[in-house]
């Protein structure tokens, strides 16, 4: 019962899974996007620039969390192939420069384009089974579109390519400068928040989270599903797809690696633990991860063994993540 | 006369077991016709073919003029037929107003924008504020839907169905699990709908069934024993016999 | 031609059997207690690591199968006790997350355990010759025991879920877990069943490839995926389904990246024919799998009831 206090009618969540929604989540992502927007003169002040490094990578997965959760908070899809998105945003970035075409915006928009499309194509497939056929078959799509790109030898196979150089705008070498890029990948972040913040809550948002929560009742009052869940599947996989492009800039290197399995693994931890359907705990959960992984790979060459414990300790005895542990914890929920 | 719902030979088996089991009927617009009839008699699966979520083996069913007998659900319901469940199914996290502004959504224009915040259309709030007017729930708009009592929760149901637009109502057993007091309300509004929808009630409640049908049938095992006004009804022996000798 | 096309039907047939060995208690798993289980993979090479060290310590692989066979089984149960039984009442979602978590913590167990370099088992002696085919071609014995393995194993299975008690348990249960358990069947120790089953499978798959393929970590992985097109297609739940499945998709996918250059190379130039071959030979059950479930969205053996 107390958990109305951490949530406002409009936007309340379902008594299953505690969240942080409605004001509480603004603010908190408010805050979040804040204290990144003042990370770059800190950690000038701290004498470490490499930082800016670091956060823009977590900044970049950030990105391609809040997508996810658009499909796994909201649409409450169970894709176990988002990473696939990942690797057509970045392997547009090669196959774009090694035709001549820099730009980052053009760059920007084959990605989107290419990855709306598949995810037009694998989801209107995929939507018509349901449960663990829906998970086993996204992930299985995410493993054709890695074998695709696999078998691309000219781009590099296995082994991937290097970039060049990063990507143009405007026709100069604007985000060869870390900080710049840091910014471009913030704005993004913070545009990308903004929208889908938008779009949850409106009448389509409104249509994804009733069928989430009762889909034979939204049936029965006239909505058929298929096309909403679609819909936000390809917005969620277009913009998954633009985080692929930041990404292939931040590593300047590109290979099949970025969408492995596995890599679509780490997303649904990401949104999980951060908290599902509140776009707040995407970020929060990417952040959490990142640096997590940052922090046990530096205590341990073994860290995988630590994080997967964590996990595994998370989920057994936490329900709905770090979000719902911390509404237990501080919002006396039984 | 052409009756707005019309059944004919409407079958289905779950293997061996007939659970409806050839039922013809026809419901002119304005009626409230009551079916009745013992647990497991049938009455919930043949609503759920009526309103079509659940494919009949055979048989027919026509809905104001047109055969509907292979639409979906989601079609009959824009067509204006609309149920509510036995077991309470309304969304929970939602906000009582929004349960019913989402269904008057779903008729009013496309759902496929984007931009502007569905909660503050008011055009969809002010007929789904009239909906709840008419359960008498006006004044819980605001709560979250979960927390609702039982009884105010089968009023939402049927503000729900309400909001859709519907011509007729599928209503099945509104007063299952209500107290005598809850019970009383449900029944004052059936009795109010009664003037301005054709309703198929489902009822266990005969002293409820009584004061409101026009007409009642009875199933047992998958079959119509009997149709006709209550008091025939009341009065036959093969139901006395089947039905409400047993129950009463 | 016809020679080589026979040699990779056989070959697709035994990497079929193999994975239809990993399926078998996967798809009862997903079937029974409709638990999404990734870590299903890392069984497959648990096994092979046993048998590698068992191998290695009595110097025979048969010896080393016998003991790692066992071990299996107890791994699987141990782990159903820990974690899995836990999960049972979970969404598939907690699932999915607790079985990843648990991949990361096996894969690197295993490395801590054996180190992250490849470990190689000798096929034995007497199993290691070949049998010629028509012609030049020969086909390895070792090949021909998995087949066989693997039939005998099919077999059995067939035997305990059609013929057994705790078989007709299992089919109740794969439509109907409820009604099982209303049975009053103690449904805690058929699950405990039932996963040591599976794991002792996995294991075995594991270990009659350990002497053809290099045990490495992480050598689950990519058998776990094609181990979920081998459910899919087959249905969930359904034995039968994912025999033939495994089945199919062994031999479409070994087939296919043999012919599928060769019959484009007649359709093109050979070098975009070789190009193309290259992508879709790797991607073919995948578009399988579409396939299949856009015409069946359930697989080819839905079970009962399933819509
Ligand atoms: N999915 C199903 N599978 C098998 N039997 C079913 C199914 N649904 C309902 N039944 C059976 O059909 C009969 C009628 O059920 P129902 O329509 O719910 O009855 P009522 O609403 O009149 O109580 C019952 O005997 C019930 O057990
Ligand atoms: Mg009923």
């Given at each position: 019962?107390?958990?109305t206090?951490?949530?406002?009618?409009?936007d309340?969540?379902s008594?299953?899974?505690?969240?942080?929604?409605?004001r509480?989540?603004?603010?908190?992502?408010?805050v979040?996007?804040?204290?990144?927007?003042?990370l770059?003169?800190a950690?000038?002040?701290?004498g470490d620039?490499?930082?800016?490094?670091t956060?823009?990578?977590?900044v970049i997965?950030a990105?391609?969390?809040?997508?996810?959760d658009l499909?796994?908070?909201y649409?409450?899809?169970?894709s176990?192939?988002?990473?696939?998105?990942?690797?057509?945003?970045?392997?547009?970035?090669?196959i774009l420069?090694?035709?001549?075409?820099?730009?980052?915006?053009?760059?920007?928009?084959?990605?989107i384009?290419?990855?709306a499309l598949?995810?037009l194509?694998?989801g209107?497939?995929s939507?018509?089974?349901k449960?663990v056929?829906?998970?086993?078959?996204?992930?299985?799509?995410?493993?054709?579109?890695?074998?695709f790109?696999?078998s691309?030898?000219?781009?590099?196979?296995?082994?991937?390519?290097t970039?060049?150089?990063?990507?143009?705008?405007f026709?100069?070498?604007?985000?060869?400068n870390?900080?710049?890029?840091?910014?471009?990948?913030?704005?993004?972040?913070?545009?990308?928040?903004?929208?889908l913040?938008?779009?949850v809550?409106?009448?389509?948002g409104?249509v994804?989270?009733?069928?989430?929560?009762?889909?034979?009742?939204?049936?029965?009052?006239?909505?058929?599903?298929?096309g909403?869940?679609l819909?936000?599947?390809?917005?969620?996989?277009a913009?998954?797809g633009?985080?692929?492009?930041?990404?292939?800039n931040?590593?300047?290197?590109?290979?099949?690696?970025?969408?492995t399995?596995?890599?679509?693994?780490?997303l649904?931890?990401?949104v999980v633990?951060?908290?599902m359907?509140?776009?707040?705990?995407?970020i929060?959960?990417?952040?959490g991860?990142?640096?997590?992984?940052?922090?046990?790979s530096?205590?341990?060459?073994?860290?995988?063994i630590?994080?997967g414990?964590?996990?595994?300790?998370?989920v057994?005895?936490?329900?709905?993540?770090?979000?719902?542990l911390?509404s237990?914890?501080?919002?006396?929920?039984? | 006369?052409?009756?707005?719902?019309?059944i004919r030979?409407?079958?289905k088996?779950?293997?061996?077991?007939k659970?409806?089991?050839?039922?013809?009927?026809?419901v002119p617009?304005?009626?409230?016709?009551?079916?009745?009839?013992?647990?497991?008699a049938?009455k919930?699966?043949?609503?759920?073919q009526?309103?079509g979520s659940?494919?009949?083996d055979?048989?027919?069913?026509?809905?104001?003029?047109?055969?509907?007998?292979r639409?979906?659900?989601?079609?009959?319901v824009?067509?204006?037929?609309?149920?509510s469940f036995?077991?309470?199914?309304?969304?929970d996290g939602?906000?009582?107003?929004?349960n019913?502004?989402?269904?008057?959504?779903?008729?009013?224009?496309?759902?496929?924008r984007?931009?502007?915040p569905?909660?503050s259309?008011?055009?969809?709030?002010?007929?789904?504020?009239e909906?709840?007017a008419r359960?008498?729930?006006?004044?819980r708009?605001?709560?979250?839907?979960?927390?609702?009592?039982?009884?105010e929760?089968?009023q939402?149901?049927?503000?729900?169905?309400l909001?859709?637009?519907?011509?007729?109502?599928?209503?099945?057993?509104?007063l299952?699990?209500?107290g005598h007091?809850?019970g009383?309300?449900?029944?004052?509004?059936?009795?109010?709908?009664?003037?301005?929808?054709?309703?198929?009630?489902?009822?266990?409640?005969m002293?409820?069934?009584?004061?409101?049908?026009?007409?009642?049938?009875v199933?047992?095992y998958g079959?119509?024993i009997?149709?006709?006004?209550?008091a025939a009804?009341?009065?036959?022996?093969?139901?006395?016999?089947a039905?409400?000798?047993?129950?009463? | 031609?016809?020679?080589?096309?026979?040699?990779?039907?056989?070959?697709?047939?035994?990497?079929?059997i193999?994975?239809?060995l990993?399926?078998?208690?996967?798809t009862?798993?997903?079937?029974?207690?409709?638990?999404?289980?990734?870590?299903h993979?890392v069984?497959?090479?648990v096994?092979?690591?046993l048998?590698a060290?068992f191998?290695?310590?009595t110097?025979?692989?048969?010896?080393?199968l016998a003991?790692?066979?066992?071990?299996?089984l107890?791994?699987?149960?141990?782990?159903?006790?820990l974690?899995?039984?836990?999960?049972?009442d979970?969404?598939?979602?907690?699932?999915?997350?607790?079985?990843?978590?648990?991949i990361?913590?096996?894969?690197?167990g295993?490395?801590?355990?054996?180190?992250?370099?490849?470990?190689?088992v000798?096929?034995?002696d007497?199993?290691?010759g070949?049998?010629?085919l028509?012609?030049p071609?020969?086909?390895?014995?070792?090949?021909?025991v998995?087949?066989?393995?693997?039939?005998?194993?099919a077999l059995?299975?067939?035997?305990?879920?059609?013929?057994?008690?705790?078989?007709?348990?299992?089919?109740?249960?794969a439509?109907?877990?409820?009604?099982?358990?209303a049975?009053?069947?103690?449904v805690?120790?058929l699950?405990?069943?039932?996963f040591?089953?599976?794991?002792?499978?996995a294991?075995?798959?594991g270990?009659?490839?350990?002497?053809?393929?290099s045990?490495?970590p992480?050598?689950g992985n990519?058998?776990?995926i094609?181990?979920?097109?081998?459910?899919v297609?087959?249905?969930v739940g359904?034995?039968?389904?994912?025999?033939?499945?495994?089945?199919?998709?062994?031999?479409?996918?070994?087939?296919?990246?043999?012919f599928g250059p060769?019959?484009?190379?007649?359709?093109?130039?050979?070098?975009?024919?070789?190009?193309?071959?290259?992508?879709?030979a790797?991607?073919?059950?995948?578009?399988?799998?579409?396939a299949?479930?856009f015409a069946r969205?359930?697989?080819?053996?839905?079970?009962?009831?399933?819509?």
């Amino acid at each position: 019962m107390s958990e109305t206090t951490l949530t406002s009618a409009a936007d309340a969540a379902s008594p299953a899974r505690p969240r942080l929604a409605g004001r509480g989540a603004l603010i908190g992502g408010i805050v979040l996007l804040a204290l990144f927007a003042v990370l770059p003169p800190a950690a000038t002040a701290m004498g470490d620039p490499f930082l800016v490094v670091t956060a823009t990578r977590i900044v970049i997965f950030a990105i391609a969390a809040l997508s996810l959760d658009l499909v796994l908070g909201y649409g409450a899809m169970v894709s176990f192939g988002h990473a696939a998105f990942l690797g057509f945003g970045a392997y547009a970035v090669v196959i774009l420069a090694a035709a001549g075409i820099d730009d980052l915006l053009l760059q920007s928009l084959a990605a989107i384009a290419g990855s709306a499309l598949f995810a037009l194509v694998t989801g209107a497939i995929s939507l018509r089974t349901k449960g663990v056929y829906f998970i086993m078959i996204t992930l299985a799509f995410g493993q054709m579109a890695y074998f695709f790109f696999v078998s691309l030898s000219a781009f590099g196979g296995d082994d991937g390519r290097t970039l060049q150089h990063r990507s143009t705008l405007f026709g100069a070498p604007l985000i060869e400068n870390d900080v710049t890029f840091y910014y471009i990948a913030l704005a993004v972040l913070a545009a990308a928040f903004v929208l889908l913040r938008t779009v949850v809550a409106s009448r389509f948002g409104r249509v994804l989270r009733g069928t989430r929560d009762n889909r034979v009742r939204m049936q029965a009052i006239g909505f058929a599903p298929f096309g909403y869940q679609l819909t936000a599947y390809v917005i969620a996989g277009a913009l998954c797809g633009l985080a692929g492009v930041l990404l292939a800039n931040q590593t300047e290197f590109v290979s099949p690696a970025f969408m492995t399995w596995q890599r679509s693994g780490e997303l649904i931890v990401m949104v999980v633990l951060g908290g599902m359907g509140t776009l707040t705990g995407a970020i929060a959960g990417a952040v959490g991860f990142l640096v997590l992984e940052e922090v046990l790979s530096g205590l341990t060459e073994h860290w995988h063994i630590v994080f997967g414990a964590i996990i595994v300790l998370l989920v057994l005895y936490t329900r709905g993540g770090i979000a719902g542990l911390f509404s237990r914890l501080f919002g006396g929920r039984a | 006369m052409s009756a707005l719902l019309s059944i004919r030979d409407l079958r289905k088996s779950y293997g061996a077991l007939k659970v409806t089991d050839g039922i013809s009927l026809d419901v002119p617009a304005g009626e409230l016709h009551a079916i009745i009839g013992p647990n497991g008699a049938g009455k919930t699966t043949f609503i759920h073919q009526l309103s079509g979520s659940l494919k009949s083996d055979s048989g027919a069913v026509h809905f104001d003029g047109a055969d509907i007998t292979r639409l979906s659900m989601v079609a009959r319901v824009k067509r204006g037929l609309a149920r509510s469940f036995q077991i309470t199914s309304i969304l929970d996290g939602f906000s009582v107003l929004e349960n019913v502004a989402t269904a008057v959504q779903a008729r009013s224009g496309s759902s496929f924008r984007f931009l502007t915040p569905a909660a503050s259309e008011t055009a969809l709030n002010a007929e789904a504020m009239e909906a709840l007017a008419r359960v008498n729930l006006a004044d819980r708009a605001h709560r979250q839907a979960g927390t609702l009592s039982h009884g105010e929760k089968r009023q939402l149901e049927i503000a729900i169905a309400l909001a859709t637009g519907a011509k007729m109502l599928l209503l099945d057993e509104p007063l299952a699990g209500t107290g005598h007091e809850e019970g009383a309300i449900l029944i004052d509004l059936m009795r109010q709908l009664k003037s301005t929808h054709t309703i198929m009630l489902i009822e266990h409640d005969m002293e409820a069934v009584f004061a409101l049908a026009d007409r009642v049938s009875v199933l047992v095992y998958g079959k119509l024993i009997a149709t006709g006004d209550p008091a025939a009804v009341r009065a036959d022996p093969a139901v006395r016999a089947a039905y409400l000798g047993e129950d009463a | 031609m016809t020679n080589l096309l026979l040699l990779q039907a056989l070959n697709g047939l035994q990497f079929g059997i193999l994975l239809f060995l990993v399926a078998a208690g996967l798809t009862l798993i997903f079937g029974i207690m409709d638990l999404i289980n990734l870590a299903h993979g890392v069984l497959y090479m648990v096994g092979a690591y046993l048998t590698a060290t068992f191998t290695s310590l009595t110097g025979d692989f048969f010896i080393g199968l016998a003991l790692a066979l066992p071990a299996a089984l107890l791994f699987g149960i141990v782990l159903e006790r820990l974690i899995f039984s836990q999960l049972y009442d979970r969404d598939h979602l907690e699932q999915v997350l607790a079985t990843f978590g648990l991949i990361l913590i096996l894969n690197e167990g295993v490395k801590m355990i054996w180190g992250a370099a490849p470990l190689s088992v000798p096929i034995p002696d007497i199993l290691s010759g070949s049998v010629p085919l028509i012609g030049p071609m020969r086909f390895p014995v070792f090949r021909i025991v998995i087949i066989a393995a693997g039939l005998v194993t099919a077999l059995g299975l067939w035997f305990l879920v059609a013929r057994t008690r705790i078989g007709m348990l299992l089919r109740a249960g794969a439509t109907n877990a409820p009604m099982v358990s209303a049975l009053g069947v103690d449904v805690k120790r058929l699950f405990m069943l039932v996963f040591g089953l599976g794991a002792m499978l996995a294991g075995f798959a594991g270990a009659m490839v350990a002497p053809i393929l290099s045990v490495e970590p992480g050598m689950g992985n990519n058998i776990l995926i094609l181990t979920f097109v081998v459910i899919v297609i087959g249905g969930v739940g359904s034995i039968r389904g994912a025999f033939v499945a495994a089945i199919l998709v062994g031999v479409v996918d070994t087939v296919g990246r043999t012919f599928g250059p060769i019959i484009l190379r007649s359709l093109m130039d050979p070098s975009a024919a070789s190009q193309t071959g290259r992508t879709l030979a790797p991607m073919l059950i995948y578009i399988l799998m579409a396939a299949v479930l856009f015409a069946r969205p359930s697989g080819l053996f839905p079970k009962a009831g399933a819509s």
